[in-house]
């Protein structure tokens, strides 16, 4: 009888509760009746548009790997265990994040450090930065260094101030920097049956050392396509939520994982949001311009590259013109003393 009545429940979200779906006129006219709401939508691409028309006929469930959809549904102010449940299934042990921390923060000195976007604090002290990457390349191992480093810093300079003499560096707790990749790079797909990749700092010798940073990287991309069959536990339950495009999947989550009724909420949650378009336009007006400001940043990072690769490429070609010269000046000399 529960099964049922989850069925229906259900099928009452994904399925306009009987009433069918808006047309994209109907959708637009309702608009159209607040001049706010319109000049939202119209600042929209028409990529995003169409989502956004999308969403409110049921026909695509809200992308939760861009960032404002994904603080909406686990930021702990609003969901308290949401979060702690997610990060717990990725670390393999029970946490609990007791609070969201600033994004941004200034050390010793007024620098400023890195925007995040979503930093917690776990119980024990320890902090947890969760990041959402649509592209795999504008996140690659040196920019991970630095976000993980970035961490130590708020800890050491938080701790050191609190503790004042009595310090010592033992009293900092260990920091973990979780990235999630939408579409990854291809060094992620080389690794066969692995979408989860733990690190951490270890010597091949052996010696036993405590570390404080730990990193874990989650290919959603290798994760949707791989073939073999996913073994039940809850982190893949998360992961399969991450990767639901439409209401026919979102049902078939739902069913498949019928002992984690948090997917189920999770849905009814997002589709009681057509009913706040306001709400939902702002946060695809907010996602488009994290989107495109990260394209900017990529592609100013990529005409640096461009620029340097093209300054090695001139100085190499100058480096042989002064080889032919020389070997032009040896040639005459000879000549001239024969």
């Not at 607040?34 to 028309?53: H, M, N, T």
């Not at 579409?183 to 091949?204: C, L, M, P, Q, W």
Request: aromatic share 10%; proline share 4%.
């Amino acid at each position: 009888m529960a099964n049922e009545t989850a069925q229906l429940n259900t099928r009452r979200f994904f399925s306009g509760q009987g009433h069918g779906c808006p047309a994209d006129d109907e959708v637009i006219g309702f608009l159209k009746r607040s001049p706010v709401l319109y000049g939202s939508y119209q600042g929209l691409s028409e990529e995003w548009k169409r989502r956004f028309l999308d969403f409110c006929q049921e026909k695509r469930t809200l992308p939760l790997t861009y960032d404002p959809f994904f603080k909406r549904i686990f930021h702990p102010d609003i969901h308290p265990d949401r979060l702690s449940l997610f990060i717990s299934s990725i670390l393999g042990m029970r946490v609990r994040i007791i609070r969201i921390l600033p994004n941004e923060d200034s050390v010793l000195g007024g620098d400023m450090l890195l925007i995040m976007d979503l930093l917690g604090e776990l119980e024990d002290g320890s902090l947890i930065n969760v990041e959402i990457q649509k592209q795999g390349y504008a996140f690659g191992a040196e920019r991970l260094s630095c976000y993980s480093s970035d961490l130590v810093m708020r800890q050491y300079v938080r701790v050191k101030g609190e503790k004042g003499s009595t310090f010592t560096y033992r009293d900092i707790k260990k920091v973990y920097v979780i990235v999630i990749f939408e579409n990854s790079t291809g060094d992620f797909h080389k690794i066969k049956d692995a979408y989860v990749h733990h690190g951490e700092v270890r010597f091949d010798t052996g010696l036993e050392m405590r570390f404080l940073q730990e990193y874990f990287l989650i290919a959603l991309d290798v994760f949707r396509k791989n073939p073999y069959p996913k073994k039940r536990s809850e982190q893949t339950a998360w992961l399969s939520l991450l990767t639901v495009d439409n209401p026919e999947e979102a049902e078939r989550l739902v069913w498949e994982y019928p002992e984690y009724p948090w997917i189920g909420e999770i849905f009814e949650e997002t589709a009681m949001l057509r009913q706040k378009p306001e709400e939902v336009l702002g946060m695809f007006s907010e996602a488009l311009k994290i989107l495109d400001r990260n394209t900017v940043t990529y592609m100013i990072e990529e005409l640096k590259k461009e620029l340097e690769e093209t300054k090695e490429e001139a100085k190499a070609r100058m480096e042989e013109k002064d080889a032919e010269i020389a070997e032009l000046k040896r040639q005459l000399e000879s000549r001239g003393k024969s």
